[in-house]
Every structure is written in C-alpha cells, then in structure tokens.
C-alpha cells in the first residue's frame, strides 16, 4: 500500500536536520572491481543505492536532495561507460518516476543539457513538469554539470545583458547573480556527502558550497544506506555553523 505519510512534507528540526544534502556518489567502480565485477555493475548497484538515499533522505524530513550522477568532465571515460551511465539515467527516469512522483518528490536537473541527446532532455522535461507541484521533497539531479562550466556560463549571460544595455554591472552582487546559475531558487546545500573516501569537491557546486559541512563517508556509493545518511546527518547536527561569524554563545565574552 501506498504509504500515505510519504506525499506529506515531514516536519524538521533545523538544529538537527540539514534542510538541503547533496552527495557525490563515489566509488561504483571500486565496488565492482572489490567483487571481480564490469564498472557497469558497480554503477547498477549505483541506482540502488540512489533509491534507498531518496526514501531515506524523505523519511528523516530533508527537504533537498542534490546528487552528483554524471560530471562534465566524465566525458572522457570510455565510450560504453559513458553509454551505460546514459542508459541509466534513462531507466531511472522510467523506471522511478511513478514512485517519485508517488511520494510527493520534485525532480530537477542542473547540468547542461545542451550536451545531451534529444529524448533525454525530453525525459527530464518530462519529469519537471510531471512533479512540478510536488513539495514533499526536492531531488536534483547533476547532470553533465561542472561548477566551472556553469559559472562561465552565468558570467557569459551577464556580460551579454551588460553588453546589450539591460544590465547594469554596479548591480552585479552575489544574491543577483545566483540567479544566474542552474540552482537558481535552490538553497544552498548545508550537508555536503562524498562516499569512497575521496576527499575533494571536483567541480561539484563550488559557489554553492561555500559555507557547506562536509562529511567524507568511507563506504563505496553502492554500499550507502539510510543508516549511513543518518550517521552522516548526526555529524552535522554537532558541527557549530558560524557562516564566518562567531558562535551565538561567544558573543559576549
Ligand atoms: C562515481 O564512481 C560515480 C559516477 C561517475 C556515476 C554516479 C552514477 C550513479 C550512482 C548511477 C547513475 C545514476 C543516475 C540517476 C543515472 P566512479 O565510477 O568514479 O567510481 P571509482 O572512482 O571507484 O572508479
């Protein structure tokens, strides 16, 4: 049975439960090799643990979910990984969009979209406008996004508006130009999750993520869970977040 509580937006506590996680799923292919199996199977295993995170994310009330599927710079792997990484994208979006809808989730991507093929771009037109009223639960999906490449492409839509005259540059200012990027009407993220141990950001929300905690999980994406999700959302409730200010209880000293 549909579980009715799921379509609902779930109540909060700000202190203890970021409002926005995005997570870069690392480690697929380490996974597979660990197992003796193609990278394919790792990033199959992949989706999985997407879908576990999306329900997992909804049940402890994270209103945002942003995950990093597929880099500008993945480009450059080898074609069939490249095609196995497409095809997955389309059976999610096939696949899962009926649950996700369901369950009262809006579905966004942030990427370029140009770079993709035609009935991809229709699929997640598709999927935009099916959940756009949804508000149980955001998911964003990265998609052929590089921080870099959509930061140049906000500086070249401003230096255009500039150059025709509709734009003044005195008021260019950091609240007028997120605006300008993909993640436009997006928080920004307060959790940030890279799994496999890696620790670095790689292109992934560098405006976005400036005063982001980061949380640097050992599993491999695949072997993430809700039990992981929320080990990672306790870390933050104990981080102090001070946005370069100072603590509320340091204040008087
Ligand atoms: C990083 O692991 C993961 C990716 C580049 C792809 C992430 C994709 C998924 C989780 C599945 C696809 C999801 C959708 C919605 C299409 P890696 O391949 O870099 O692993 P490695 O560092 O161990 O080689």
């Given at each position: 049975?549909?579980?009715?509580?799921?379509?609902?937006?779930?109540?909060?506590?700000?202190?203890?439960?970021?409002?926005?996680?995005?997570?870069?799923m690392d480690g697929n292919g380490r996974w597979a090799k660990a197992r003796g199996l193609p990278r394919a199977a790792g990033h199959r295993a992949g989706v999985e643990a997407l879908r576990?995170?999306?329900?997992?994310?909804?049940?402890?009330?994270?209103?945002?979910?942003?995950v990093y599927a597929f880099s500008s710079e993945n480009w450059s792997r080898p074609r069939s990984e490249i095609s196995d990484l497409m095809g997955l994208l389309r059976l999610f979006l096939r696949r899962d969009?009926?649950?996700?809808?369901?369950?009262?989730?809006?579905?966004?991507?942030?990427g370029?979209?140009?770079g993709l093929e035609?009935d991809i771009?229709?699929m997640v037109?598709?999927?935009?406008?099916?959940?756009?009223?949804?508000?149980?639960?955001?998911?964003?999906i990265a998609f052929n996004y590089?921080?870099?490449?959509?930061?140049?492409?906000?500086?070249?839509?401003?230096?255009?508006?500039?150059?025709?005259?509709?734009?003044?540059?005195?008021?260019?200012?950091?609240?007028?130009?997120?605006?300008?990027?993909?993640?436009?009407?997006?928080?920004?993220?307060?959790?940030?999750?890279?799994?496999s141990?890696?620790?670095?950001?790689?292109?992934?929300?560098?405006?976005?993520?400036?005063?982001?905690?980061?949380?640097?999980?050992?599993?491999y994406w695949p072997?993430?869970?809700?039990?992981?999700?929320?080990?990672?959302?306790?870390?933050?409730?104990?981080?102090?977040?001070?946005?370069?200010?100072?603590?509320?209880?340091?204040?008087?000293?």
């Open positions: 049975m549909q579980d009715a509580r799921r379509t609902r937006k779930r109540e909060r506590n700000p202190d203890l439960i970021p409002a926005h996680v995005a997570i870069i576990r995170t999306v329900r997992a994310a909804g049940d402890l009330g994270i209103d945002w979910l942003t969009l009926a649950e996700i809808h369901q369950n009262g989730v809006r579905v966004r991507m942030i370029d979209r140009e035609p771009r229709s037109d598709e999927a935009e406008n099916l959940t756009m009223n949804n508000a149980a639960m955001n998911l964003v590089g921080s870099r490449h959509e930061i140049i492409r906000a500086a070249r839509t401003i230096a255009q508006a500039a150059a025709a005259g509709t734009l003044d540059p005195e008021e260019i200012t950091p609240e007028s130009f997120v605006s300008f990027l993909d993640t436009a009407r997006i928080p920004d993220p307060d959790l940030v999750i890279r799994t141990g890696e620790q670095r950001l790689s292109n992934f929300l560098l405006w976005q993520t400036a005063y982001s905690e980061l949380h640097f999980e050992p599993c072997d993430f869970n809700a039990e992981r999700l929320a080990e990672a959302v306790r870390t933050y409730a104990a981080r102090d977040r001070r946005f370069g200010g100072v603590a509320a209880r340091d204040v008087a000293l």
